[in-house]
C-alpha cells in the first residue's frame, strides 16, 4: 500500500526484489538493510526480507530512524505446535495485544516460521550528502560524532574509518586520503540539506580537512560501511560484529588491539564497531569477549573458520537467569524444538 506507506511480502522475497519495487514508489526500507552475503562468502543480493527481520539486521541509518524491529509492523507465522497465528496489523495504529513482531525480529528463526511480513516504509530522501573529516585520532573522532548526533543537524549516518580502513575504500576521496576519515550523512529537502551540511562544514574546518560525498558516491560509501566491505576479501580474518556504548569504543579497540593484531572501523557514532583478528584461537576470542563484556557490551562472532566455531559460541553467553527466560519462550512457543535448535545457545 504505497499510500500507507507499509508494504507486505512472503518472508522469501528478496530484499533486491522489494527495493526495485519501492524505488518505483520513490520509497525505500529506511532501516538500510546490509547485504552481508559477500562478507560470509556467497553472491551478493539474495538477502531475503524474512531472515533480514528474523536477524534483525540493520545499517548505518538504524541511529535515526531504528532497528529492523522497530519497522516491523505486523506477521503470519506458524509455531512449533503446527498453529497459524498473525500478530501485529498492516497499520500502525491497528496494532493490538503482545508485540510479538519485537520478540520474533531478532530470534534467528527459532520460534516461528514466518509465512507473511508487513513493514513500515519511507519515502526515499530528496538529496543526500556525506561531509568528511580527514585525520582525527579515534578518541576524538567518536567525541565528535556524538556532538553531531546530538545536535539540530539530524544525521542519519555516522562513522569513523582508521586510516588502513579508509584506503580500502572504492570511493577516491575516501582512499587517496591517506588518513582516518569520519563521515556524517545529512538527507532530507534539498534547501534544508544544503544548510546543514554548510554549518557541518564550517565546524569541521576548525578541526581538520574536509570534503563531501554527493550522490552514488555518498551512497557507494555508506554501502561499503553497511556491507562491511573492508573485510570481505580478507578471507583468513576472523569478524567480530560488537554493540557498545559510544564512549567506551575506542577503550575496546585499545584494549584488543594492544595484544592482538586486529583491524576496526566505527559505525552508528561509535556504538557499532566492525572488528577483524587475524588469530583463530581460544586465547584471541577470550580477549574480544573479555574486553567487551568489561565495557558492559556485546560481541557476537560473524565469520570464521569452522575449527573455530566448535570452540566459541557465537553470540554473547548469557546469565543464568537470562538463559532460562529465553529456555522458557522458546519451549512456549516450539516446545519439540523444531526449528533451529541450538542455533542461538546449545540446549535451546
Known amino acids: 500500500e504505497p499510500s500507507q506507506l507499509v508494504l507486505t511480502a512472503r518472508p522469501g522475497t528478496s530484499l533486491a526484489e522489494i527495493d526495485a519495487c519501492l524505488r518505483e514508489q520513490n520509497q525505500e526500507l529506511a532501516f538500510e538493510p546490509p547485504d552481508l552475503a559477500p562478507l560470509l562468502g556467497t553472491a551478493p543480493n539474495i538477502a531475503t526480507l524474512g531472515g533480514t527481520i528474523a536477524c534483525n539486521l540493520s545499517g548505518p541509518r538504524r541511529v535515526r ?7 516491523f509492523l505486523g506477521m503470519r507465522a506458524i509455531n512449533g505446535r503446527a498453529e497459524a497465528f498473525k500478530a501485529g496489523g498492516k497499520v500502525v495504529k491497528n496494532v493490538t495485544g503482545y508485540d510479538l513482531c519485537k520478540l520474533i525480529a531478532g530470534s534467528y528463526g527459532t520460534l516461528a516460521l514466518l509465512t507473511e511480513v508487513t513493514v513500515k516504509v519511507l519515502p526515499r530522501a530528496e538529496k543526500t550528502r556525506t561531509i568528511l573529516l580527514f585525520g582525527l585520532e579515534e578518541n576524538s573522532a567518536i567525541s565528535t560524532l556524538s556532538d553531531v548526533m ?13 586510516a588502513n580502513i579508509a ?13 582516518a576519515a569520519t563521515a556524517v550523512r545529512v538527507e532530507g ?3 534544508s540539506t544544503i544548510f546543514r551540511c554548510e554549518k557541518l562544514r564550517g565546524d569541521f574546518s576548525k578541526l581538520g580537512e574536509v570534503e563531501e560525498l554527493h550522490g552514488q558516491r555518498s ?15 580478507r578471507r583468513e580474518l576472523t569478524v567480530w560484529r560488537i554493540a557498545v556504548a559510544p564512549i567506551e569504543a575506542a577503550i575496546v579497540t585499545a584494549a584488543i588491539g594492544s595484544k592482538c593484531n586486529a583491524e576496526w572501523y566505527y559505525d552508528w557514532a561509535g556504538g557499532l564497531i566492525w572488528l577483524a583478528t587475524p588469530q583463530s584461537d581460544v586465547t584471541s576470542n577470550n580477549l574480544v569477549r573479555d574486553s567487551v563484556a568489561s565495557a558492559g557490551g556485546q560481541a557476537t562472532l560473524i565469520r570464521a573458520e569452522a575449527n573455530v566455531r566448535t570452540i566459541t559460541s557465537v553470540f ?17 512457543f516450539d516446545p519439540k524444538g523444531i526449528f533451529n535448535p541450538g542455533r542461538l545457545y546449545a540446549g535451546m
Request: glycine share 2%; proline share 10%; net charge positive.
Open 316 to 332: 554473547e553467553p548469557l546469565p543464568a537467569a537470562l538463559y532460562k527466560l529465553s529456555a522458557r519462550v522458546k519451549q512456549s
Open 65 to 71: 530512524v531504528g532497528a529492523a524491529r522497530d519497522h
Open 189 to 191: 529537502p534539498t534547501p
Open 167 to 179: 584506503a580500502r575504500s572504492s570511493v577516491d576521496l575516501v582512499s587517496n586520503a591517506g588518513c
Open 150 to 162: 546530538a545536535s539540530v543537524h539530524e544525521p542519519t549516518a555516522l562513522a569513523h574509518l582508521p
Open 219 to 233: 551512497a557507494t560509501f555508506w554501502k561499503e560501511v553497511a556491507n562491511v566491505t573492508p573485510f570481505v576479501t
